[in-house]
């Protein structure tokens, strides 16, 4: 079973706004990182957050994490046009590090 | 460094088939996975591999093997194949370090079976 569910599956907005993500988990986890999938590409890695820090930033990202409701969120501010892409959360589990489980992603479009 | 490679990018199958894909790494990361990804279903885990010669299966390892010899190498095997392995197939790499804990993904092997 999934252990990351992100929410929205599919969002549209202009560029300039911002997007925001959000992304559901079940069990304690030692880590959650963000990756992003453009079209027919491999994903690549954005960010990661431990389980004992509240927020992070790189760049236009900011990412958020609340153990207590195991939820996080993935603000892109000013987007453009080439972020689009599918962004994915990815768990990595309490005991078992060597794995990453990976949500079924969220799919952004900017449109121009 | 090359990263993680993938060979093939794209591969037709007759029902039945077997074969192999490719993956290799160049960062000498002790842990590798084998992911599926489907329309609507995100990425699922097949395999994993801690270090050479121990491996374990994922989620969906039915129908799948998978060796690690090398720290390099992890080749995912594909016995008998079915319409239902139609997918896309990404090996990834990582370093078992606390503070290295980022994922690098191969390009991918799109995989028809007919």
């Known amino acids: 079973s999934q252990q990351g569910e992100e929410d929205p599956q599919a969002l549209s907005i202009q560029e300039g706004e911002n997007a925001t993500m959000n992304c559901s988990y079940k069990t304690s986890i030692n880590n959650l990182q963000w990756y992003r999938q453009n079209s027919g590409r491999g994903l690549v890695h954005l960010i990661l957050i431990r389980s004992n820090e509240r927020e992070k930033h790189s760049g236009r990202l900011r990412v958020t994490l609340d153990t207590s409701k195991k939820s996080s969120s993935l603000l892109i501010t000013a987007s453009r046009a080439a972020d689009t892409a599918s962004y994915f959360c990815?768990?990595?589990?309490?005991?078992?590090?060597?794995?990453?489980?990976f949500g079924k992603g969220t799919k952004l479009t900017v449109n121009p | 460094n090359a990263g993680v490679t993938q060979t093939p990018k794209f591969q037709v199958l007759k029902t039945g088939q077997s074969m192999t894909l490719q993956c290799a790494q160049d960062m000498n990361h002790e842990y590798m996975s084998w992911y599926r990804q489907d329309p609507g279903m995100g990425l699922r885990l097949i395999h994993y591999s801690v270090g050479a010669g121990i491996t374990d299966q994922g989620e969906v390892p039915n129908g799948y093997n998978v060796s690690r010899s090398t720290t390099e190498d992890f080749p995912l095997r594909l016995l008998s194949a079915a319409p239902s392995q139609t997918s896309v197939y990404f090996c990834?790499?990582?370093?078992?370090?606390?503070?290295?804990?980022?994922?690098?993904f191969g390009p991918g092997t799109r995989l028809l079976v007919l």
């Open positions: 990815a768990t990595d589990v309490q005991g078992g590090s060597e794995k990453l489980v």
């Open positions: 990834a790499s990582r370093s078992p370090l606390a503070e290295k804990e980022t994922q690098y």
